[in-house]
């Protein structure tokens, strides 16, 4: 069984290729955007159970980002726990059955590939790049928002020659961040349906349970993992640098 | 770029997630964590609400509980004082009452001997004048006389003195 780096496309709409990740991206969309709307329209003092699983996953990474952001937390929560959110549903989703192994045959005779309908939306590199890119993005963005813009160029560019030093390190580790971060998730989840797939291709029954059950550990890690660096690097850039003035 | 070419990576596949991401966020952010995070902060606010109620009417109760104990204490001493003085005030009067009766009782007592006297004195004056009128008599017998009105007298006079 052979698993394509490369999210597989299932068919053309316009200019745009429709993969497999991508479909799963909107089922994700649409998942939690039904289930935040359920959440909002039921809401109560007395919570119920739903709100009350909420409540726990909100309050928790409200207090976290509160204790790392302080004053900042209201705007940069809504990154955190979107990232958070859409990681973990798109990990764990992609565990389910029928994942990798519901799809069709494309081309013919031994040219054929096989065209999976629905794949994990962090094992597309593509997925976890656009997030490490909106990460830093966003990053930079509230660093010049809380900073000012002359105290953020501070950062990169001094004419001290040690502090200008540090600068281009700087901007260099800005640039390892976004990759590090596409790749640390992009690996770890594409690694993980690899390993799925080939103990499934070994023996199906039984013997791949220990290996999902590390997947779901692993699913959370990714997205916690994620949230939480992304929040440091927004607490961080957006903090007042003492070092280089 | 061979390498993110190899990855599958499209600009307008990442475009799509960047899209996709986004548009999550704006709905998450309005149906699930501004409603969450505001019930959760009205909850806490509610709850230290009540908590702080719960304080102040514990202490009201136990200052209710004070002021019954004490409203207690002053009716029991109140009653106590009023008993006593209720006591008091019964010795008076019956002590007064029996001084009046005493005193009624003297009066009458002295009043019927005064009366008594009075009648004695006149039975006296009475049994004295017919005492005289028959030793008139009887010396008038014995005489065989009249006496005169002076003579009269002076033996009567001098006669019941001796009786006495």
């Known amino acids: 069984m052979e698993i394509a780096i490369a999210a597989e496309t299932i068919t053309h709409i316009g200019p745009l290729p429709l993969t497999n990740t991508l479909l799963l991206s909107w089922i994700v969309i649409i998942l939690l955007s039904v289930v935040a709307f359920i959440v909002s329209r039921q809401i109560k003092m007395i919570p119920n159970r739903l709100q009350n699983i909420f409540e726990l996953i909100i309050e928790v990474s409200y207090g976290l980002t509160e204790d790392i952001a302080g004053f900042r937390a209201k705007v940069f929560f809504p990154f955190i726990m979107t990232f958070f959110l859409f990681i973990i549903t798109g990990n764990w989703l992609g565990l389910l059955p029928g994942f990798g192994t519901?799809?069709?045959?494309?081309?013919?005779?031994?040219?054929?590939?096989?065209?999976?309908?629905?794949?994990?939306?962090?094992?597309?590199?593509?997925?976890?790049?656009?997030?490490?890119?909106?990460?830093?993005?966003?990053?930079?963005?509230?660093?010049?928002?809380?900073?000012?813009?002359?105290?953020?160029?501070?950062?990169?560019?001094s004419r001290n020659p040690i502090y200008m030093f540090v600068g281009i390190l700087e901007i260099v580790s800005e640039f390892t961040k976004i990759i590090s971060l596409s790749f640390r998730l992009f690996g770890n989840i594409f690694a993980g349906e690899v390993v799925l797939a080939t103990i499934a291709g070994i023996f199906a029954f039984v013997v791949p349970l220990p290996f999902y059950f590390l997947e779901i550990v692993v699913g959370f890690v990714q997205a916690a993992v994620f949230m939480m660096l992304t929040l440091t690097f927004m607490a961080m850039l957006s903090e007042k640098h003492s070092g280089s003035e | 770029m061979d390498i993110l070419q190899s990855f599958g990576v499209k600009p307008i596949l990442l475009l799509a997630q960047a899209v996709n991401f986004f548009i999550l966020l704006v709905i998450l952010k309005k149906f699930l964590y501004k409603p969450v995070l505001k019930v959760l902060d009205e909850r806490r606010r509610k709850i230290t609400e009540s908590l702080k109620n719960a304080d102040e009417i514990e202490k009201r109760l136990e200052q209710i509980g004070e002021d019954r104990e004490k409203k207690l204490q002053e009716a029991a001493r109140d009653a106590e004082e009023i008993i006593r003085e209720a006591t008091q005030t019964a010795g008076v009067i019956v002590a007064q009452a029996h001084e009046k009766a005493a005193a009624d009782a003297e009066k009458i007592i002295e009043k019927s001997r005064q009366s008594l006297e009075l009648e004695r004195e006149k039975l006296h004056q009475e049994v004295r004048s017919e005492l005289a009128d028959l030793v008139v008599a009887g010396l008038e017998k014995v005489i065989g006389k009249t006496l005169t009105e002076k003579y009269k007298k002076e033996t009567v006079e001098k006669s019941l003195h001796e009786i006495g």
Not at chain 1, 110 to 137: H, Q
Not at chain 1, 139 to 144: G, N, P, S, V
Request: charged content about 15%; cysteine-free.
């Open chain 1, 102 to 157: 519901i799809g069709f045959w494309e081309g013919s005779g031994s040219k054929a590939t096989f065209v999976p309908l629905l794949r994990s939306i962090d094992s597309d590199l593509n997925t976890t790049l656009a997030l490490a890119l909106i990460s830093a993005i966003a990053t930079h963005f509230f660093a010049i928002k809380y900073l000012g813009l002359g105290s953020y160029l501070k950062r990169w560019v």
